[in-house]
């Protein structure tokens, strides 16, 4: 089993950045793909980002390319999301999970659970 704690979120003003971490425990970090997603108030979850187990291959969705940097840090076991240019529609509560998948299609891996997220609110 995986667990997994996101951090980093808040109040930000359009325009502004953040930068989300998730610490991770359990299973070996190393061997999974990492994703971040994100669910906006009265939506369905959604897929934003992934990084492969070394870090060699990266895959963001078409809304936040160029926006948002996805990275991870194998020997501190943590996945980060690097947020610039944020936009109110960027507000959601955002997680984390292991993914599995390639190219352009990425899923959470069955055995994986979500975790709390963290909130990410963007208005002036």
């Known amino acids: 089993q995986v667990q997994l704690v996101e951090s980093g979120g808040g109040l930000v003003q359009p325009g502004g950045s953040l930068r989300l971490s998730c610490a991770a425990s359990?299973?070996?970090?190393?061997?999974?793909?990492m994703g971040w997603f994100r669910q906006a108030p009265g939506k369905e979850r959604e897929f934003v980002a992934a990084?492969?187990?070394?870090?060699?291959?990266?895959y963001y969705v078409d809304s936040v390319k160029g926006r948002f940097t996805i990275s991870r840090d194998n020997a501190k076991r943590t996945v980060y999301l690097q947020m610039n240019d944020l936009k109110p529609e960027d507000t959601a509560v955002y997680y984390c999970?292991?993914?599995?998948?390639?190219?352009?299609?990425?899923?959470?891996?069955?055995?994986?659970?979500w975790g709390q997220g963290t909130q990410v609110t963007v208005s002036s």
């Open positions: 999970n292991v993914v599995v998948g390639a190219g352009s299609s990425w899923s959470k891996a069955a055995f994986a659970s």
């Open positions: 359990g299973r070996t970090f190393s061997s999974y793909g």
């Open positions: 990084i492969s187990r070394s870090g060699g291959y990266i």
